[in-house]
């Protein structure tokens, strides 16, 4: 989107360091994004993601283990019923970190 008009404000030294205390808060280092965000919609929310940081960690992992499962079982015939066992404990990991994720950004008002 091109944004060609200006809007110009005056404010105070204490409205600056006010503004710029929120802006830190809210984790944005561009004024100008911060101050169109709260004219336009009043509100800037800023969102800890590490446990979908985690939860993507584990999904790697996870993925990266079924398909050296997969190529083992292809090349020898057989599985280990430890490997299956890990697995299934980290899948069990995997969904429990889901909905732990799932219900706090539910609980987001």
Not at 3 to 10: A, P, V, Y
Not at 17 to 27: D, F, L, S, V, Y
Not at 67 to 90: C, F, H, M, P, W
């Amino acid at each position: 989107m091109k944004r060609e008009k200006q809007l110009l404000i005056r404010i105070s030294d204490e409205d600056k360091e006010r503004i710029q205390a929120k802006m830190e808060e809210a984790g944005i280092l561009n004024m100008s994004a911060y101050v169109r965000k709260m004219a336009l919609d009043g509100i800037c929310v800023r969102l800890d993601l590490t446990d979908v940081r985690q939860l993507i960690v584990l999904l790697q992992r996870c993925s990266t283990n079924l398909n050296q499962y997969a190529k083992r079982a292809n090349e020898t015939g057989s599985v280990y019923a430890a490997d299956i066992e890990d697995l299934q404990s980290r899948l069990d990991e995997i969904w429990e970190l889901s909905r732990q994720s799932l219900a706090h950004l539910a609980s987001i008002r």
